[in-house]
């Protein structure tokens, strides 16, 4: 984005991270995060991936979920948006630095995992899948309070990232698909009594072959 952007695209980041500032409390967190959310939707614009841009779509279900979270949970996760280095990655866009702004993104990267490992997440790498980060939660009685979930931190320009939203758009639009995976997954499920591996290993042929379909339509 930092060799494409506009002056207009500058303020318009700028002004955010202004919001941004100002709401970063705990009583205006949901304020927040769809500021932080557009933040991000718009450096993904910017940067001319016009695949992930048009893709990105998962902010309101985590709104939803974080309504979810136990009290004094939002304050500390706050803390760790306040600090990612987003001041640095404006910096370098509005001068049209395109390597200050990679450091940047690579940084904010870098930082996330730092301030999730203080929340209590463990960094378990990329598992065999590079651009993709994934955490789990150490604290067992903290992790039964939350709704069930997954964590990955991936960059914007992730492979990793850019596959998964071409999965799931892909189901979007083929429910045949989408029917046939979520019947294959009940089955598997009962059939090896949530034995995660073998379901893993059950699904796997689908699954590429789901992913392969929509990356030839995505061309």
């Not at 630095?97 to 997440?121: C, K, M, Q, S």
């Not at 045949?176 to 089955?187: C, F, I, N």
């Not at 059950?202 to 061309?219: C, D, F, M, S, Y």
Request: hydrophobic share 40%; proline share 5%; aromatic share 8%.
């Amino acid at each position: 984005m930092a060799m494409r952007c506009s002056d207009g695209d500058v303020a318009a980041l700028s002004a955010l991270h202004d919001e941004m500032t100002a709401t970063a409390q705990d009583e205006a967190y949901l304020t927040y995060r769809a500021l932080h959310f557009e933040f991000h939707c718009r450096v993904i614009r910017g940067s001319g991936n016009e695949y992930i841009a048009r893709y990105v779509g998962a902010e309101p279900l985590l709104l939803k979920c974080l309504i979810n979270y136990p009290p004094g949970f939002i304050a500390p996760v706050l803390h760790v948006h306040r600090e990612i280095p987003h001041a640095s990655i404006l910096t370098a866009i509005a001068t049209r630095d395109a390597d200050a702004a990679e450091a940047a993104a690579r940084d904010h990267i870098r930082t996330t995992r730092e301030r999730l490992e203080r929340l209590g997440y463990v960094h378990e790498g990329d598992q065999g899948i590079p651009t993709r980060e994934a955490f789990d939660l150490a604290d067992e009685a903290l992790k039964s309070r939350l709704p069930k979930h997954h964590l990955y931190v991936c960059a914007e320009d992730s492979p990793e990232l850019a596959r998964h939203i071409a999965f799931r758009e892909f189901l979007k639009r083929h429910p045949e698909y989408r029917d046939q995976l979520g019947q294959l997954k009940w089955a598997l499920a009962e059939q090896f009594d949530n034995d995660k591996y073998p379901y893993m290993d059950g699904k796997a042929a689908l699954v590429r072959e789901i992913i392969a379909l929509a990356q030839r339509e995505q061309g």
